[in-house]
């Protein structure tokens, strides 16, 4: 018998994962806790934040945390960045437009770092009125998504998650759950959207570099095959 039949190859390593976890759907589930808890963290901060400029106000019975929001803050933008981040790379898949913009995690990180500013801005930095505040903002979520995406699909996904993510802190504002100071765009603050795009943004990037662990997991196991 020869040499190289008895003495088989070692299958390589499969980057972050473990080895055997190579299905669609495993991958899925990870990406989609890693995206959670990302989440969560960031809910957390950037809230504080907000609460600590008096831009966010919630009732006192509601106030649980040792980061004083309201418990449903932190699962609620969990589960919305799970969402995000998974829906944001099978766009890309289902538009045949690979994003190969800035694909590296230095970038990515970057690119949460001026997402926690421009929050942090609304929140600290004072300005003569809200229209300046919101178009101040506007600028720098729009220089966010020019500098670290650049895609039409991830312009779009922002437009689309502001716009619904405004309802929906619309509704929950006008029926007492939470409320803003100085609401001058209806219930809430006219620079949210910015908010929330520059958000989409972040989230869907994070989820764009999950997502390239798993082609390089199933990359390898067909060579390995």
Known sequence: MAESDAAPTLPKKCGPYISSVTSHGMNLVIRGIVLFFIGVFLALVLNLLQIQRNVTLFPPDVITSIFSSAWWVPPCCGTASAVIGLLYPCMDKHLGEPHKFKREWSSVMRCVAVFVGINHASAKVDFA??????????????????????????????????????????????????QYTSPDFLYVRSWLPCIFFAGGITVGNIGRQLAMYECKVIAEKSHQD
Do not use: K, M, P
């Open 129 to 178: 009125n809200n229209i300046q505040l919101s178009l101040t903002l506007a600028a720098l979520s729009i220089g966010l998504w020019w500098t670290f995406d650049r895609s039409r699909s991830g312009f779009g996904l922002g437009i689309g998650i502001a716009f619904l993510a405004t309802l929906v802190s619309q509704f929950l504002v006008y029926n007492g759950v939470y």
